[in-house]
């Protein structure tokens, strides 16, 4: 139980920075391509990373309410 639990906050934070990277790439691809289609990537790009950041979020969050939890049944 332990182990999935840390998995569960290994996964978070991953989540959280592939959310900011994803985030951070769409000033980048910004500039590169002014079309239709650098539109379509900023608009995903930025859609994906915050998407990723709010499950990443979320499973931290999951994470220090079962360790607190815990705690004060000890």
Do not use: A, W
Request: with cysteine; glycine share 10%.
């Amino acid at each position: 139980m332990k182990n999935r639990k840390m998995k569960d906050l290994k996964t978070g934070i991953t989540l959280i920075v592939l959310g900011n990277v994803l985030y951070v790439s769409k000033d980048f691809f910004c500039n590169i391509t002014p079309s239709d289609l650098g539109d379509f990537i900023l608009g995903l790009s930025l859609g994906l990373g915050v998407g990723i950041n709010v499950i990443g979020i979320i499973l931290v969050f999951v994470y220090i309410i079962r360790k607190e939890k815990k705690y004060r049944q000890q």
